[in-house]
Protein backbone atom coordinates (compact mmCIF):
# COMPACT_ATOMS: atom_id res chain seq x y z
CA UNK A 1 0.00 0.00 0.00
CA UNK A 2 2.52 2.74 1.36
CA UNK A 3 4.07 1.74 -2.25
CA UNK A 4 1.93 2.47 -4.83
CA UNK A 5 1.01 5.58 -2.57
CA UNK A 6 4.39 6.50 -3.07
CA UNK A 7 4.35 5.97 -6.63
CA UNK A 8 1.06 8.05 -7.27
CA UNK A 9 3.32 10.83 -5.39
CA UNK A 10 6.11 10.27 -7.78
CA UNK A 11 3.66 10.25 -10.84
CA UNK A 12 1.84 13.47 -9.99
CA UNK A 13 5.22 15.19 -9.28
CA UNK A 14 6.41 14.18 -12.86
CA UNK A 15 2.92 15.43 -14.51
CA UNK A 16 4.13 18.90 -13.15
CA UNK A 17 7.30 19.03 -14.12
CA UNK A 18 6.35 18.38 -17.49
CA UNK A 19 3.58 20.74 -17.61
CA UNK A 20 6.61 22.96 -16.41
CA UNK A 21 8.70 22.02 -19.21
CA UNK A 22 11.57 20.09 -17.23
CA UNK A 23 14.10 18.31 -19.43
CA UNK A 24 15.06 16.32 -17.10
CA UNK A 25 14.74 14.81 -13.23
CA UNK A 26 17.12 13.18 -11.32
CA UNK A 27 15.80 10.87 -8.59
CA UNK A 28 18.06 9.48 -6.16
CA UNK A 29 16.76 6.51 -3.98
CA UNK A 30 18.40 3.71 -1.88
CA UNK A 31 21.79 4.82 -2.81
CA UNK A 32 21.22 4.92 -6.86
CA UNK A 33 20.04 8.42 -9.23
CA UNK A 34 17.80 7.30 -12.10
CA UNK A 35 18.04 9.95 -14.90
CA UNK A 36 14.23 10.74 -16.21
CA UNK A 37 14.27 12.89 -19.68
CA UNK A 38 11.23 14.55 -21.08
CA UNK A 39 9.91 12.50 -24.44
CA UNK A 40 7.70 14.65 -26.85
CA UNK A 41 4.47 13.23 -25.67
CA UNK A 42 4.87 15.07 -22.09
CA UNK A 43 6.06 11.76 -20.38
CA UNK A 44 9.33 10.83 -18.98
CA UNK A 45 11.48 8.12 -20.16
CA UNK A 46 14.46 6.48 -17.82
CA UNK A 47 17.68 6.92 -19.49
CA UNK A 48 21.50 5.37 -17.66
CA UNK A 49 22.66 9.10 -18.18
CA UNK A 50 22.09 12.38 -18.46
CA UNK A 51 20.85 14.05 -21.70
CA UNK A 52 22.05 17.04 -20.50
CA UNK A 53 26.01 16.32 -19.13
CA UNK A 54 26.40 13.16 -20.67
CA UNK A 55 29.53 13.39 -19.51
CA UNK A 56 28.75 13.10 -15.74
CA UNK A 57 28.87 9.63 -14.52
CA UNK A 58 26.52 9.40 -12.27
CA UNK A 59 28.53 6.74 -10.34
CA UNK A 60 30.51 9.51 -9.31
CA UNK A 61 27.52 11.64 -8.20
CA UNK A 62 26.19 8.58 -5.99
CA UNK A 63 29.94 7.88 -4.87
CA UNK A 64 29.95 12.00 -3.80
CA UNK A 65 26.52 11.51 -1.92
CA UNK A 66 27.44 8.86 0.10
CA UNK A 67 29.88 11.00 2.11
CA UNK A 68 27.35 12.89 3.10
CA UNK A 69 27.44 13.08 6.85
CA UNK A 70 31.02 11.72 7.07
CA UNK A 71 32.48 15.39 5.75
CA UNK A 72 31.45 19.11 6.25
CA UNK A 73 28.86 20.44 3.08
CA UNK A 74 32.11 22.61 2.39
CA UNK A 75 34.73 20.24 2.47
CA UNK A 76 32.44 17.94 -0.04
CA UNK A 77 31.70 20.54 -2.19
CA UNK A 78 35.79 21.55 -2.64
CA UNK A 79 36.64 17.60 -2.92
CA UNK A 80 33.36 17.21 -5.47
CA UNK A 81 34.89 20.69 -7.40
CA UNK A 82 38.75 19.20 -7.00
CA UNK A 83 37.33 15.96 -8.86
CA UNK A 84 35.39 17.91 -11.71
CA UNK A 85 38.30 20.14 -12.93
CA UNK A 86 40.63 16.63 -12.09
CA UNK A 87 38.28 14.35 -14.52
CA UNK A 88 35.93 17.05 -16.80
CA UNK A 89 38.80 19.21 -18.62
CA UNK A 90 37.55 21.04 -20.72
CA UNK A 91 39.21 21.75 -24.59
CA UNK A 92 40.98 24.79 -24.74
CA UNK A 93 38.77 27.10 -26.12
CA UNK A 94 40.41 28.98 -29.39
CA UNK A 95 41.73 32.57 -28.61
CA UNK A 96 41.46 31.97 -24.85
CA UNK A 97 43.74 33.98 -23.08
CA UNK A 98 44.27 36.52 -25.80
CA UNK A 99 43.68 40.20 -25.13
Not at 31 to 39: E, N, P, S
Not at 46 to 54: E, L, N, Q, T, V
Not at 80 to 95: D, I, M, Q
Amino acid sequence: MKETKERATILKKFNIYSALGIQELWCHRKGAIKVHVLQKDGGYLRHAKSSIFPFLPMEEIERFLKLRGSMSETRLMKSFRGWVREHLKSPATPGAGRA
